[in-house]
């Protein structure tokens, strides 16, 4: 049964049902390769510390001249920086050279190369929430609150609107009069 043990790491058998006893997120790192011989380590889900640390690195708000005008800005080229940083752990392989992985590092990596094309999109299905159910932090998607024209929504809605190239940089705004 595929279970998400990316969720929690504890599981208990209630009359047949799996539960999960855990609020936390597993510590274990997760594999993602695509030739079996260089691999890049990543977190199984990220928890709301990461989470918030990664929508504040590529969000800015700001308050307007008028008292309820509030402005933010995503940046998708800066959420996928802060996705990537935040969520690479280790790599290995012949391909890394004994670079040692940091955030420099991943910064250097090449976004067209097909293991990190495949690590941005497990990181970002690794942390969507599975039909609808709300998350750790009350959203429906995983990602996280943005506003968009004075409205409340995730930030991969504010994505979608920005761009539908997700893995694209550039910035989405928007303002309540």
């Known amino acids: ?84 940083t935040n969520n690479i752990l280790r790599w290995e392989g012949p391909e890394f050279g004994g670079i040692p992985c940091t955030p420099e590092n991943i910064a250097l990596l090449n976004d067209e190369d097909p293991l990190v094309e495949k690590v941005l999109a497990e990181i970002s299905e690794r942390n969507r929430s599975k039909k609808g159910e709300p998350t750790q932090n009350g959203h429906t998607n995983g990602t996280g609150p943005a506003l968009i024209e004075g409205e409340l929504v995730s930030v991969a809605e504010a994505k979608e609107e920005a761009s539908p190239n997700l893995v694209s940089g550039g910035s989405a705004s928007s303002a309540e009069s």
């Open 1 to 84: 049964m595929g279970y998400d043990t990316a969720l929690a790491p504890f599981y208990i058998d209630i009359e047949g049902r799996r539960t999960q006893v855990s609020i936390f997120v597993s510590k274990e790192p997760v594999e993602v390769t695509v030739d079996g011989v260089n691999k890049i380590y990543i977190r199984a889900r990220m928890g709301y510390g990461i989470e918030q640390k990664v929508i504040g690195e590529a969000t800015k708000f700001s308050q307007g001249e008028k008292a309820k005008q509030q402005t933010v800005e995503v940046n998708i080229g800066a959420y996928n920086m802060a996705l990537l």
